[in-house]
């Protein structure tokens, strides 16, 4: 059987392919649609964020001895530190500022993580194993689906969606998107804005080094794999409407899904199949899929 | 022509018989060699500080044999792979540095812009780290030698020895920019002038970094063989993932450029079986062996063959200024052509009109995990390429050098 020229079973496994891919999008674009929709900030540093969590993850195994299953936990929780000290020393004096200066302060940031661990660890990258509790695959029938892929859908779905719930549904997101509405008057309630909003920057970076811990095992472990990835993850956050959280979630799946298809029909487009999207998104609604007009 | 061949040869020989004693004829009384490659990029682990060291090691190793009257200096520098920055090093060296030779030159853009101001300034440029054939077919010159490998030869070495040894079918995964395109043509070329047939192509973003989607396609294509025409993280990443996907060992990976430093980074259990074409592997034989561990005490890795070949071309060029006692580029690249080269990297090594320096080129096999028995025992040598097949034939080139 045939679905536009092309064999069921290889539209079949890029489908799923383009589920995992998208899950990727997804828990990136909703650490950056978090910093961005609480603090205004545009985290240029996101894909080196990214990068770090991967290679905590590498350090910790190779040096340490610490497996996966502890070094998922660990990264973010080391990364997302690193981000609390850049927030405090640094971020926090841009607020007032145009978006602009954010974004240099976290490019510059980014070219500066990268440097640093291209000194040390040379270009060529890391090989992470697969957890044995995760190597191998099952046959789906049209496809071999390694374990660790599905793995990998099930944690940053899981991830994604329990942080939805933190922001929309609990006390503690209701008292973050009203402190982002109005700073002055949730203060005068008795809540920490600044300190809840250190946390949210904390949130949001240690988002990118689980996604780098959970993409470890797959490519290979390298200083450069965050710049790599992080202007379609932009343009992700762009189409879903920059600060939507489930904007963020579903685009995310649904970019990875097309960029899939395009691989099968046109392969050669796969690479700004996305900024297409992103263009006609940008014409016909400027706020974004799921943003509001403000 | 032949006046021409006639008379330089004349020369060298009468430079040679004088030069016992004739020592002014080097500049400064001082041989000095630039190192121009990538320090901190991409390419640093292929070439980088490890291409430095193998200087050092070629000056002080030809110190020590030929005790010369002349002093050797070194200096390096790194391009970072931009061709504006290498150019004007290169001038920079040549201008005010007395810098004889600009060495190494890892990626095609700086190894064309630098190889012209050698020209111009009439200085030699010896290029062990870029690949592209333009070198020494549209844009040659006498000055230049292109001393470890090239495109062609790489198609040309995995291509045809996979096809010959029974890999009749392929499927190509292509980065899509010139050189991933140039890959896939001259190594389906190959392919097909041996019996083989190709299946079909994806061409892929440069840089992509996941390959799954490509995979499968090279999957469903059902082909014995599906050959990388990419290369650095393109390729290792495409490996790691055909080894995920269960598509290892079933059918073959052929990477048409890959270096010992891929491997060792991707581990044995991603990279096994896969075929590959190189100039050089530390483990070939005594020799070898004896100048990679050597070389290993310094660096803490194994040798590349870029950074073997940047040894063995500094020798030479140090052995032949030494015979002729000048370090003027025309009389130094007179007996470089005409001196065979045989060291550790090469046997029988020659350089050609065209500047190419053809020699043995191998095919090799990575090893299984099971078969490796002591660190870096990464390849198979499955066959020797004879340097007259390996390279382009002169017949083939398009360097005006050879047309007149």
């Known amino acids: ?294 | 022509m032949h006046m021409k061949k006639l008379l330089a040869a004349a020369c060298t020989t009468a430079v040679a018989t004088l030069a016992t004693g004739a020592h002014a004829q080097i500049s400064g009384d001082t041989v000095k060699i630039g190192v121009l490659t990538d320090m901190s990029g991409t390419y640093s682990d292929v070439a980088g500080p490890g291409a430095v060291l193998a200087t050092q090691m070629a000056i002080e190793d030809f110190i020590a044999e030929a005790k010369p009257a002349f002093k050797v200096e070194m200096v390096s520098a790194d391009h970072q792979n931009k061709a504006d920055i290498a150019s004007n090093k290169a001038r920079e060296w040549f201008e005010r540095e007395g810098v004889d030779t600009a060495t190494e030159l890892v990626t095609t853009s700086t190894a064309l812009a630098v190889m012209k101001i050698a020209k111009e300034m009439n200085r030699v440029a010896l290029m062990s780290g870029p690949a592209s054939t333009p070198i020494t077919n549209e844009q040659c010159n006498d000055v230049t030698v292109h001393y470890t490998y090239d495109t062609y030869a790489l198609a040309n070495g995995t291509a045809r020895a996979v096809t010959q040894q029974g890999g009749k079918n392929w499927f190509f995964l292509t980065a899509d920019y010139a050189f991933g395109q140039a890959l896939e043509k001259d190594s389906s070329a190959v392919v097909v002038a041996n019996g083989g047939k190709v299946l079909g192509s994806v061409r892929h973003p440069f840089p992509a970094s996941d390959f799954s989607s490509f995979l499968l396609q090279a999957q469903a294509s059902g082909a014995q063989i599906i050959g990388l025409a990419n290369a650095g993280a393109d390729t290792t990443n495409a490996i790691r993932q055909a080894a995920e996907f269960g598509i290892t060992p079933k059918q073959q990976l052929a990477g048409l450029l890959m270096f010992i430093s891929d491997v060792h980074s991707l581990g044995l259990k991603n990279a096994q079986t896969m075929y590959l074409t190189t100039g050089f592997y530390w483990d070939f034989d005594d020799d070898t062996r004896a100048w990679s561990k050597r070389f290993f005490e310094k660096h803490k890795r194994m040798p590349t063959m870029v950074q073997a070949g940047q040894y063995s071309s500094v020798l030479h060029y140090l052995r032949a200024v030494n015979a002729i006692g000048s370090d003027e580029a025309s009389k130094v690249m007179a007996q470089m052509k005409s001196t065979p080269i045989n060291d550790f990297f090469a046997k029988n090594g020659r350089i050609r009109e065209d500047g190419r320096m053809v020699h043995d080129m191998y095919l090799a096999q990575v090893k299984t995990p099971e078969e490796s028995k002591y660190p870096w025992d990464y390849y198979h040598i499955r066959a020797t390429i004879p340097a007259e097949e390996a390279f382009q034939p002169l017949s083939e080139s398009r360097c005006p050098l050879i047309k007149n």
């Open chain 1, 1 to 294: 059987m045939e679905i536009f020229g092309v064999p069921s079973a290889l539209f079949g496994s890029q489908l799923l392919i383009g589920l995992i891919n998208g899950s990727f999008y997804a828990i990136l674009s909703l650490g950056l649609a978090i910093i961005f929709g609480l603090l205004n900030i545009i985290n240029f540093a996101h894909g080196a964020q990214y990068m770090m969590g991967a290679f905590f993850a590498w350090i910790a195994l190779t040096k340490f001895g610490i497996n996966y299953w502890v070094a998922l936990l660990l990264a973010p929780v080391l990364v997302g530190a690193v981000g609390v000290v850049l927030e405090r020393t640094m971020l926090r004096r841009l607020y007032k500022l145009d978006h602009l200066y954010g974004l240099l302060l976290t490019f510059g940031l980014a070219l500066i993580f990268e440097g640093v661990f291209r000194d040390q660890f040379g270009v060529s990258g890391q090989s992470y194993p697969v957890p044995e509790q995760l190597q191998g695959g099952v046959n789906l029938g049209f496809m071999f689906m390694p374990i660790y892929r599905g793995w990998v859908v099930v944690a940053a779905l899981a991830v994604c969606f329990g942080t939805w719930f933190m922001i929309e549904k609990t006390k503690l997101g209701a008292y973050l998107r009203a402190g982002t509405e109005n700073p002055q008057i949730v203060q005068a309630l008795g809540i920490n804005v600044p300190l809840l909003i250190t946390f949210t920057y904390g949130y949001g970076v240690a988002l990118a080094a689980f996604a780098g811990v959970l993409a470890a095992p797959i490519y290979q472990v390298s200083p450069l794999m965050g710049s790599n990835l992080i202007i379609v993850v932009f343009a992700v956050v762009v189409i879903g409407g920059m600060g939507s959280i489930m904007g963020s979630i579903v685009t995310g799946l649904g970019l990875g899904l097309v960029e899939g298809l395009t691989r099968v029909f046109y392969p050669e487009a796969s690479a700004v199949v996305v900024f297409f999207i992103m263009v006609i998104v940008l014409l016909v609604r400027p706020a974004g899929l799921f943003g509001r007009a403000t």
